[in-house]
Nanobody, 125 residues
């Protein structure tokens, strides 16, 4: 499984940005996919998760209502639509995938085997 994240860049507070993640490899190796981020000087944190088959989603409290995770099965793409961006959303964003992650661990980075290279999002006026 390979993941390629893109779409990051500078954006003003209150603005919007959509991140993309190209996902390749066997479908049964990437049933669980997610976005994580690492703010400057801080640990990596969970952003959102989607179950590829069912499209069930989960979000971190800090982004719920502002961010939307989705996937396009035909294009093998995963997306993170980010609205109402705040300075605290500044981070390197990573997409991750795994054959299966139990529900209680989907917000933890360590269970995910496959990771993209990260894309920088900078929210600043």
């Amino acid at each position: 499984v390979q993941l390629q994240a893109s779409g990051g860049g500078p954006v003003q507070p209150g603005g919007s940005l959509t991140l993309s993640c190209a996902v390749s490899g066997p479908a049964d190796s990437r049933r669980d996919v997610a976005w994580f981020r690492q703010p400057p000087g801080m640990d990596r944190e969970f952003v959102a998760h989607i179950k590829w088959a069912s499209r069930n989603t989960a979000y971190a409290d800090s982004v719920r209502g502002r961010f939307t995770i989705s996937r396009d099965n035909d294009k093998n793409m995963m997306y993170l639509q980010m609205n109402g961006l705040k300075s605290e959303d500044t981070a390197v964003y990573y997409c991750a995938a795994d054959p299966y992650v139990i529900t209680s661990q989907r917000r933890i980075g360590s269970p995910y085997i496959y990771w993209g290279q990260g894309t920088q999002v900078t929210v600043s006026s």
